[in-house]
T-cell receptor
Framework: NAGVMQNPRHLVRRRGQEARLRCSPM?????VYWYRQLPEEGLKFMVYLQKENIIDESGMPKERFSAEFPKEGPSILRIQQVVRGDSAAYFCASSPSGTGVGNQPQHFGDGTRLSIL | AQSVTQPDIHITVSEGASLELRCNYS??????LFWYVQSPGQGLQLLLKYFSGDTLVQGIKGFEAEFKRSQSSFNLRKPSVHWSDAAEYFC????????????FGQGTELSVKP
């Protein structure tokens, strides 16, 4: 009965490198959400995906950030050419159907702590 | 603009004392609401949820929350706090016309004195 699995738990990158964060939703969940938590702050919504579709990317920075949730495999949050300001904890959540449609809460993973040197 | 406010950044209570964590929201649509708890270095665990119906909801670990539409509040309560409740607590709000997007409060850090 595995929960939401995120890897890696910790990721260190140098400025200008690429960061790839992975999220495997709970079994039976086809909706994935990504959030970012800066130090001493709450979580900020980034993107909402279903299999092969981006439903809402209103929280994604316009450049360098992208997300996908392919038919097979985990969801990936990709950050290109990382900068110091990208240092944060990135959380993935999943639900069996859309939270706003199916009255389903979002279940969170333990996050990936990204540090930029 | 949509927003969620947790007025108390840090609260300290004695073990065995009662607890109330405040959450106020500003939303233009019918909201649904959650409380999550986060221990250091961990993810968020769902404590309780409100979508509709009875405005007093029961959650895990002895927590409850009451949705008061007239006050735009969803305060979290526990009658007797245990040392293991020390953590950060987040209120989150969504709306039926906003898809799956949740707006989180800044969080309230709870410390428990022996």
């Amino acid at each position: 009965n595995a929960g939401v699995m995120q890897n890696p738990r910790h990721l260190v990158r140098r400025r200008g490198q690429e960061a790839r964060l992975r999220c495997s939703p709970m079994k039976g969940h086809s909706h994935v959400y990504w959030y970012r938590q800066l130090p001493e702050e709450g979580l900020k919504f980034m993107v909402y995906l279903q299999k092969e579709n981006i439903i809402d990317e209103s929280g994604m920075p316009k450049e360098r950030f992208s997300a996908e949730f392919p038919k097979e495999g985990p969801s990936i949050l990709r950050i290109q050419q990382v900068v110091r300001g990208d240092s944060a904890a990135y959380f993935c959540a999943s639900s069996p159907s859309g939270t706003g449609v199916g009255n389903q809460p979002q279940h969170f993973g333990d996050g990936t702590r990204l540090s930029i040197l | 603009a949509q927003s969620v406010t947790q007025p108390d950044i840090h609260i300290t209570v004695s073990e065995g004392a009662s607890l109330e964590l405040r959450c106020n929201y500003s939303y233009g649509a019918t909201p649904y609401l959650f409380w999550y708890v986060q221990s250091p270095g961990q993810g968020l665990q769902l404590l309780l949820k409100y979508f509709s119906g009875d405005t007093l909801v029961q959650g895990i670990k002895g927590f409850e929350a009451e949705f008061k539409r007239s006050q735009s509040s969803f305060n979290l309560r526990k009658p007797s706090v245990h040392w293991s409740d020390a953590a950060e607590y987040f209120c989150a709000v969504g709306a039926y016309n906003q898809g799956g997007k949740l707006i989180f409060g800044q969080g309230t850090e709870l410390s428990v004195k022996p």
